[in-house]
């Protein structure tokens, strides 16, 4: 079920291959943050209905970046809803022109249909709903379109599969992954101060969380000695 994290803003974290996900209650805007590979979709819906809302009801999602773990969710959305897709440019280009393989569905054996994101998200970019701001941080690395999202104004970051707790961070080889990148972008994310982080995979970090990404900066920095 959903944890409570503050005001409108909810996570369900994973206990198997799929990614966390986020939900932000908005009144009009029912927005989710990553989808999971959407195996669970049932229990993604007993969740949402938890909290008065439903796989329906949903008219926003964000995609952290478009990994199957994130993105196969949707496609179970789309034949209940029909939720505005929203994913960082560089990859949401490839999936407009029909190119999945960034998804690596294909690697996983998953079936995803033809996807139309029509919120193509830049850095530096504000996306609004309800009360809740949330600014876009390209953060490539795991990913070349890889995001991360501040919540502004509530100390809580969002953090994908760039940064993860207790000084770890996302893989970097899988296709436009690239070491140096992730070096970069966790060190930018050290240097925003939050105090929540709300990551792809494992469990939330409710205290602390700039430390821990200077930690995660740290460790990669190290790791892969860039
Ligand atoms: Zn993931
Ligand atoms: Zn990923």
């Not at 009144?27 to 993604?44: C, P, S, Y």
């Not at 709300?198 to 409710?206: D, E, S, V």
């Not at 969380?209 to 000695?225: C, D």
Request: glycine share 10%; aromatic share 6%.
């Amino acid at each position: 079920m959903f944890e409570h994290i503050s005001g409108p803003i909810h996570f369900l974290t994973s206990r198997t291959f799929d990614s966390n996900i986020t939900f932000l209650d908005c009144g009009d805007k029912q927005v989710l943050i990553d989808t999971g590979t959407g195996v669970n979709a049932e229990h993604l819906e007993k969740s949402l209905g938890r909290l008065d809302s439903s796989m329906a009801s949903i008219t926003d999602v964000i995609l952290t970046h478009s990994h199957i773990d994130h993105i196969g969710g949707v496609a179970i959305l789309l034949e209940e809803a029909s939720p505005k897709l929203h994913l960082h440019k560089a990859e949401a280009d490839m999936i407009n022109k029909g190119d999945m393989s960034l998804t690596l569905s294909d690697t996983f054996s998953a079936r995803l249909p033809p996807l139309k994101i029509e919120g193509v998200l830049e850095e530096g970019e504000v996306v609004q709903f309800g009360d809740l701001s949330l600014r876009v941080y390209n953060t490539p690395g795991h990913s070349i379109g890889s995001i991360c999202l501040e919540i502004l104004n509530t100390g809580i970051m969002i953090t994908g599969d760039t940064m993860f707790p207790g000084g770890s961070f996302g893989r970097v080889d899988f296709p436009t992954g690239s070491p140096q990148q992730l070096v970069e972008s966790l060190r930018r994310l050290s240097e925003i101060s939050f105090e929540i982080a709300l990551p792809g995979h494992m469990n939330a970090i409710r205290h602390g969380a700039q430390r821990s990404a200077i930690a995660s900066y740290e460790m990669a920095r190290g790791w892969f000695k860039v």
